[in-house]
């Protein structure tokens, strides 16, 4: 497995630098949120990869151009395809699902990936990783309650998204088996702005007011920044160290919700989610000793 070539910094900034972005990341999926009331899921990712690619050029500006280097450049494309279904997925629901709900149920996305390393990379689970699955998945179905119409049923594709997601990082497991993490970084998010831009002529609204031009741009900036600190985790600690921040997430997916949607989860929402962390962590344990360095 390739690891990268950095030298031993900080656990603990590392640590710091992932809570900063899962804000960062928080604040933009707000602004998505608002958004999605005035313009096509696919013209809000747009300007949400155009952010993420303004962190790829503060890659490409301190690591030169080496990083374009890749022995893989099918996968890393198809990546790129995956990383751009999960994020239209997830905001086509975020318009009818609270902010906070979303966050909970796109935790599932380990436990996908689990399951996905042993059907696609024959990857060995024991029956005590396999417990943290079912018990991760019985955490999103008190979350989502289906059949009970107390959350919207657009969840599910969150559910759907989260699917594609740990996809997503399987593949990216087979890429660090020879590219750089910080390369296949840098694949996702050019081919994904490249590839979310062949649909743009056709969902394309001019926003009509400067508060739209606004929080587009605002978006666009969060996740750019939220971008660099993600990779300053990256380049600070092993990824499986700082992964467990992640769920950081849903304490800022909380607030913004509540601060701007009036949104507050459930005490069940409170508890599926408890349940999906606590599998969630024992997984990234595990992981931690099978595959410390890969790509989120």
């Known amino acids: 497995m390739t690891t990268l070539s950095f030298p031993l910094a900080n656990e603990r900034l590392g640590i710091i630098c992932m809570i900063g972005a899962m804000?960062?990341?928080?604040?933009?999926?707000?602004h998505a949120k608002f958004l999605t009331a005035s313009f096509h899921p696919v013209q809000i990712i747009w300007f949400r990869q155009a952010g993420l690619s303004l962190g790829v050029f503060y890659l490409l500006y301190r690591h030169g151009p080496s990083l374009l280097q890749s022995s893989q450049r099918s996968l890393q494309l198809a990546r790129g395809i995956l990383a751009i279904g999960s994020s239209v997925l997830f905001v086509f629901a975020v318009k009818y699902v609270a902010l906070a709900?979303?966050?909970?149920?796109?935790?599932?996305?380990?436990?996908?990936?689990?399951?996905?390393?042993?059907?696609v990379l024959g990857e060995?689970?024991?029956?005590?990783?396999?417990?943290?699955?079912?018990?991760?998945?019985?955490?999103?179905?008190i979350i989502v309650r289906p059949g009970l119409g107390v959350v919207h049923p657009a969840v599910m594709l969150v559910v759907l998204a989260a699917a594609i997601y740990a996809a997503r990082q399987v593949v990216?497991?087979?890429?660090?088996?020879?590219?750089?993490?910080?390369?296949?970084?840098?694949?996702?998010?050019?081919?994904?702005?490249?590839?979310?831009?062949?649909?743009?002529p056709l969902f394309w609204k001019t926003p009509d007011s400067q508060?739209?031009?606004?929080?587009?741009?605002?978006?666009?900036?969060?996740?750019?920044?939220?971008?660099?600190?993600l990779i300053k985790a990256l380049e600070c600690a092993e990824?499986?160290?700082?992964?467990?921040?992640?769920y950081?997430?849903?304490?800022?997916?909380?607030?913004?919700?509540?601060?701007?949607?009036?949104?507050?989860?459930?005490?069940?929402?409170?508890?599926?989610?408890?349940?999906?962390?606590?599998?969630?962590?024992?997984?990234?344990?595990?992981?931690?000793?099978?595959?410390?360095?890969?790509?989120?």
């Open 172 to 200: 990216g497991r087979v890429l660090s088996r020879t590219d750089q993490t910080l390369t296949t970084i840098v694949y996702t998010a050019l081919t994904s702005s490249a590839l979310i831009s062949i649909p743009l």
């Open 239 to 246: 990824a499986a160290s700082v992964a467990p921040m992640h």
């Open 23 to 30: 804000f960062l990341f928080a604040a933009a999926d707000a």
């Open 101 to 119: 709900d979303a966050v909970a149920a796109s935790f599932v996305a380990p436990f996908f990936v689990t399951i996905l390393g042993v059907l």
């Open 248 to 296: 950081t997430l849903i304490i800022w997916g909380t607030i913004y919700g509540y601060l701007f949607f009036g949104q507050f989860p459930d005490r069940w929402t409170w508890i599926g989610t408890a349940i999906i962390i606590a599998a969630g962590l024992y997984t990234f344990r595990r992981e931690k000793v099978s595959n410390p360095n890969t790509v989120s």
């Open 124 to 141: 060995k689970v024991g029956p005590r990783r396999w417990s943290a699955v079912v018990v991760g998945f019985i955490g999103a179905l």
């Open 211 to 229: 508060l739209l031009w606004l929080l587009l741009v605002s978006m666009s900036v969060l996740a750019s920044l939220g971008e660099v600190l």
